[in-house]
């Protein structure tokens, strides 16, 4: 079955300072691939998805980035963090039409 | 475009049913989705329903979709404590790809 690991799980950053997350993948291959915001007492936002290697379509235009190298990795990157950058990140996978697995998020809180 | 809605609170006393509700305008999903959230964790799916489908029955879980309101529900029976969680509708893109999540409904049990 797949499994998504994400890390680190909690990040606490400066305004201003770079950012990498990352997202792996294990029990499947070739899956589309999600990055998702989740705001405090918000609903999930998405930002990312790719459907392959080095294949990234970007849903909302912002200071944020995403980049698939290998197939079973999605990393969430950043130059310079904003205060509104805080949030709940979660990766997912869809292998099928019928859902969506998450990882277990990466709580990331901008100072 | 795509958009799916949802009242953010719900509070029910244990051992009543919860009945969360979701409105949605892509009239050309295939699948319709309930997730749950437990505090500080990702997603998981908690149960789906085809469009070709009215009612789905899942031990304590009654799915109903009414397309012509485009309106979706999940009744909860016998509500317990671990119930309390945050629950998203969701329902596919017609491009396959991605998934349009509501805001989430935060349901509170009363013990």
């Known amino acids: 079955s797949q499994t998504i690991h994400q890390w680190p799980a909690t990040l606490v950053q400066p305004v201003g300072s770079p950012l990498s997350l990352e997202c792996t993948v294990e029990?499947?291959?070739?899956?589309?691939l999600y990055w998702y915001r989740q705001a405090a007492g918000r609903g999930l936002q998405l930002l990312f998805y790719?459907?392959?290697?080095?294949?990234i379509s970007s849903e909302v235009p912002q200071n944020l980035s995403a980049s698939r190298p290998q197939d079973r990795q999605f990393i969430l990157s950043s130059k310079k963090l904003l205060l509104s950058d805080s949030g709940f990140y979660l990766c997912?996978?869809?292998?099928?039409?019928?859902?969506?697995?998450f990882g277990p998020g990466t709580r990331l809180t901008v100072t | 475009g795509e958009d799916v809605e949802q009242s953010l609170f719900l509070s029910v006393r244990e051992g009543d049913s919860s009945v969360i509700n979701c409105t949605y305008t892509?009239?050309?999903?295939?699948?319709l989705y309930w997730y749950k959230q437990e505090p500080g964790a990702g997603l998981q799916l908690l149960t789906y329903?085809?469009?070709?489908?009215d009612m789905k029955q899942d031990q304590r879980l009654t799915v109903l979709l009414n397309k012509k309101d485009k309106h979706l529900s999940l009744r909860i029976a016998d509500t317990q404590t671990g119930d309390s969680a945050i629950y998203f509708c969701?329902?596919?893109?017609?491009?396959?790809?991605?998934?349009?999540f509501g805001a989430g409904t935060r349901l509170f049990v009363k013990a």
């Open positions: 997912a996978l869809r292998q099928s039409s019928y859902e969506q697995y």
């Open positions: 029990g499947t291959s070739n899956p589309n």
């Open positions: 790719s459907v392959g290697i080095g294949q």
């Open positions: 969701a329902g596919p893109y017609t491009g396959g790809f991605k998934t349009i």
């Open positions: 329903i085809f469009s070709n489908m």
């Open positions: 892509d009239s050309s999903s295939t699948y």
